[in-house]
């Protein structure tokens, strides 16, 4: 059966019931290249196993199991796994596992299913939880790559650099733990049905050890750049204002910024990962008294 051809999706679908759910993100691929160059991406080799969220149908994890050596894909839906049990018929290297990929313990998922091989994330995400998904795949703390289609507008968040008008808490978070890269655009007529908006696949590379650390330790670390980009138009003082204010009073705040070497009107999206690490620790030392 091809996955991609319209007239016979539309009619394994109707032979199973199967009605599109918006609040599960179900915009499912139905141009040939797209699955196919997703998983070029990011379902490594042989020696990799990949974790798919949301396989839908199986357009791509058909593609993944191709090339891995073993594909887990978790999926929400339940009326999903009857369709899936004959779309994914005779792939030997492929498992369903039916749930909420939020409340899984991804960790010992990994460890239970991956045994033996490097483990990878190759997705094309729901993307009304897209953001709380790569946190969770970000703090499982176990894979190498994460490869996902995501709105164009959240890809960018992603990847965006210091200054930029897209550059905010998520980037921050993102490039802090992974090298995120935007690979390439998929336009909405590449789906059914077709989303509202362009959408594209971005590769974060997950890093040995994060790319700055901060003596005060990554929740402080968090509040800080929290408390930064609250008031996106107001100076960095205003908005760490908002978390520190009442800790530190606007006097403190001003002081630990002039101490890192940062100008009084500086806005909170200037500033790079070395300035957040230099900035929160500044902070600290100011609310821990100068110690
Ligand atoms: N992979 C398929 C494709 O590319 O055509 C479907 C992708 S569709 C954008 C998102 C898929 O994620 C749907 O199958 C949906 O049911 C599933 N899904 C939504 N929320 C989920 C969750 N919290 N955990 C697991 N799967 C989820």
Redesign the pocket.
Known sequence: MNLCDIREVKALLARHGFRF?KS???????AEW??RD?AAAGAGGRDCGVL??????????RELCKRAGKVVS????PA?PPVLAETMDGAENFTLIS?????LDLPELVDREFQGLTPLVC???????ASP?LRALVEAKRFAAITV?VQREVALRLAAKPGSKDYGALSVYMQLYTQPEVLFDVPPEC?LPAPKVTSSVIRCRVRETPAVSARCGEDFFFQVVKGAFALRRKTLCNSLGTVFGSRLGKEGIAQAVSQCGLPPAVRGEALGLEEFAALADCLWTAMKGGR
């Open positions: 759910s599960m993100g179900q915009n499912f691929l139905v797209a699955p997703i798919e969220i949301g396989p839908g149908i199986g357009c791509l994890t978790v999926e929400l839906d999903l749930g909420d990929v939020l409340k997705a094309n995400l729901p993307y009304n939880v998904i289609m789906f």
